[in-house]
């Protein structure tokens, strides 16, 4: 057997954006389709790498992606609403990052204290022996 006869074989695999889109829209559709309540709905993926040609939202409504005006603003509002929520926790998460940065400089100033401290003292193995 050759090495080409023993390689599995993988299934075509679209493009993972183009996959997160299709998921995403079937997603939000049932969802509409479960909660009446519900206008449409905005999913924004945020993937590892930043490319401007992949899609940044995935916008659904009721009969297609929003249309009319009060269905831009009701879900203008709530993505603004989502990006303060988001703002809020970046500047949350900023805060510990500085908290747990300023409790590692104390330390590492007190540890060369206490080093500074150990080499102003006298070494006893240095010390010639007592006659």
Not at 62 to 81: C, F, K, W
């Amino acid at each position: 057997m050759t090495d080409e006869n023993n390689a599995r074989i993988e299934p075509v695999r679209h493009c993972y954006y183009d996959e997160v889109y299709e998921c995403s829209l079937k997603f939000a559709r049932e969802l509409l389709t479960l909660t009446p309540e519900l206008e449409s709905i905005a999913i924004v993926p945020a993937y590892q790498q930043t490319l401007s040609d992949i899609p940044t939202t995935v916008l659904v409504g009721r009969n297609g992606p929003p249309a009319t005006a009060v269905e831009v603003m009701h879900l203008s509002a709530q993505l603004h609403r989502a990006q303060v929520h988001l703002s809020n926790y970046a500047a949350r998460f900023l805060q510990y990052v500085d908290r747990e940065l300023a409790t590692g400089i104390q330390r590492l100033h007190e540890v060369r204290g206490e080093l500074g401290e150990l080499s102003d003292k006298p070494n006893d193995a240095e010390q010639p022996p007592a006659s």
